[in-house]
């Protein structure tokens, strides 16, 4: 697959080279040049690995041959994922029983297979800022993997109690840093390590955010799982909704769209933080100030992957507003939980967003499908109380809870960071 840098047009790679490095020159995301179109009939009747071995197969076996691709795909993908009615008209696809409880795990897992197995001998240090979830299937996905260092960054306070536990009480190969800032300068303290040669150089800094094209593409295989699962005269009419941050779980559902997925529709829901949906409207790309909100993995006020969805829209000759796009405030999240959980479906607020969303554009006869992409219980202090329930811990989060945070603590300055790499990884 040859992937070209949307920033450096002159930098074009294959795919090993374009995980390797995470992120191109003048911080631009790799993109492929072009996408196979695919047998979807044929695909939907195979099970959920085997079909997912054929869609990666179809972007990647050329490269590095279909045995290599079959062997990723069934060492990423070992846990289930399903599609459950949630209310009328309304699916919720479960993408939260992986081992970290969150989308993530599909990401992070195969990112985690594609660089072991194009890193070498070559010590590699993974970089990446976490508005949440992102830092717990990373370091899930890497935990105890030889020559792979992990260092995470997150917000400090920025994130609940339990997202924190499941990242930061590790140790060994696994660092945390919880910044005293937003995600968004979590973010741009990433950007900037990656953007210093000797840095990147020195350390074999890769990124795991949805910034690597590896968590992207492995991302589209589960919009196929919602197609497949619905009732056959349905499929030709599913919008799915996307509770959207960084907006990479997006891309890869435009991406699978582009390949031939029959998805009517896309719903970009955000929470306060609306930069998208104002830019829909208005054409103005203005970030403002970050919400801490209910859905904190949504907490993005500069979503990095927003290039590649305007790339592909243009290419596809897609409209930008053929994405319905709207914000759904505190209040809102709120009373779509409780609506949601009066009709026998509990959810957290990511999905709950979502599903607020897909509410307000639903047509007659279209069938809706929002992405649960956290469990309830990594929400548990929320969900319990907007609920007024009880939630038991699944066994990752109970077998957490009570360890210490092993976190360092840093200002959101790049040279004190930059010195913190130094001293963590020279040893
Ligand atoms: C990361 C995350 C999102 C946002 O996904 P993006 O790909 O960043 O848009 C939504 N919900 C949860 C629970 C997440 O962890």
């Known amino acids: 697959m040859q992937l070209t840098n949307l920033n450096v047009?002159?930098?074009?790679?294959?795919?090993?080279?374009?995980?390797?490095?995470?992120?191109?020159?003048?911080?631009?995301?790799?993109?492929?040049?072009?996408?196979?179109?695919?047998?979807?009939?044929?695909?939907?009747?195979?099970?959920?690995?085997?079909?997912?071995?054929?869609?990666?197969?179809?972007?990647?076996?050329?490269e590095l041959g279909q045995d290599k691709v079959d062997a990723l795909v069934a060492n990423a993908f070992n846990f289930p994922l399903q599609l459950c009615a949630a209310?009328?008209?309304?699916?919720?696809?479960?993408?939260?029983?992986?081992?970290?409880?969150?989308?993530?795990?599909?990401?992070?897992?195969?990112?985690?297979?594609?660089?072991?197995?194009?890193?070498?001998?070559?010590?590699?240090?993974?970089?990446?800022?976490?508005?949440?979830?992102?830092?717990?299937?990373?370091?899930?996905?890497?935990?105890?993997?030889?020559?792979?260092?992990?260092?995470?960054?997150?917000?400090?306070?920025?994130?609940?109690?339990?997202?924190?536990?499941?990242?930061?009480?590790?140790?060994?190969?696994?660092?945390?840093?919880?910044?005293?800032?937003?995600?968004?300068?979590?973010?741009?303290?990433?950007?900037?390590?990656?953007?210093?040669?000797?840095?990147?150089?020195?350390?074999?800094?890769?990124?795991?955010?949805?910034?690597?094209?590896?968590?992207?593409?492995?991302?589209?295989?589960?919009?196929?799982?919602?197609?497949?699962?619905?009732?056959?005269?349905?499929?030709?009419?599913?919008?799915?909704?996307v509770p959207s941050g960084n907006f990479g779980n997006l891309t890869a559902g435009l991406i699978g769209k582009a390949m031939g997925l029959p998805i009517k529709r896309f719903v970009a829901a955000t929470n306060l933080n609306d930069t998208v949906p104002r830019y829909l409207e208005t054409g103005n790309w203005q970030p403002q100030?970050?919400?801490?909100?209910?859905?904190?993995?949504?907490?993005?006020?500069?979503?990095?992957?927003?290039?590649r969805v305007e790339v592909l829209c243009q290419r596809q000759g897609w409209p930008l507003s053929s994405i319905a796009s709207v914000c759904i405030d505190e209040q809102q999240t709120a009373a779509q939980m409780k609506l949601l959980d009066a009709g026998g479906y509990r959810s957290e607020p990511h999905a709950a967003v979502a599903s607020a969303a897909l509410e307000q554009f639903l047509q007659p006869g279209e069938v809706g499908v929002f992405l649960g992409t956290a469990h309830p219980a990594k929400f548990k202090e929320s969900v319990e109380d907007i609920l007024k329930v009880k939630l038991t811990l699944p066994a990752p989060l109970a077998a957490v809870a009570d360890k210490p945070l092993l976190s360092s603590k840093l200002s959101a300055d790049f040279d004190q960071f930059a010195d913190y790499l130094q001293q963590q990884l020279n040893g």
């Open 87 to 241: 209310k009328e008209q309304q699916y919720c696809l479960e993408l939260f029983h992986g081992p970290t409880l969150a989308f993530k795990d599909f990401g992070a897992r195969f990112l985690a297979q594609c660089l072991s197995a194009f890193a070498g001998d070559k010590p590699l240090t993974i970089l990446t800022a976490t508005s949440g979830d992102t830092g717990a299937a990373v370091a899930d996905a890497f935990y105890g993997l030889a020559n792979i260092n992990v260092v995470v960054l997150y917000p400090d306070g920025g994130i609940s109690e339990l997202q924190e536990k499941m990242f930061c009480t590790l140790g060994d190969n696994i660092r945390t840093v919880a910044v005293d800032g937003s995600f968004d300068d979590c973010q741009q303290l990433v950007k900037q390590a990656f953007s210093d040669p000797d840095l990147k150089q020195k350390y074999g800094l890769t990124s795991a955010n949805s910034i690597n094209i590896a968590r992207l593409l492995a991302q589209i295989c589960y919009y196929f799982e919602a197609i497949a699962q619905l009732p056959a005269d349905k499929r030709n009419q599913a919008v799915i909704s």
């Open 9 to 62: 047009a002159a930098e074009q790679v294959d795919f090993r080279q374009a995980v390797l490095r995470g992120l191109g020159e003048q911080y631009g995301l790799f993109f492929p040049d072009t996408l196979p179109q695919l047998d979807i009939e044929a695909l939907l009747q195979l099970p959920f690995v085997e079909r997912s071995q054929q869609v990666l197969g179809a972007l990647l076996a050329d």
């Open 289 to 307: 100030a970050v919400h801490n909100t209910l859905s904190n993995a949504m907490d993005v006020t500069s979503p990095n992957n927003w290039p």
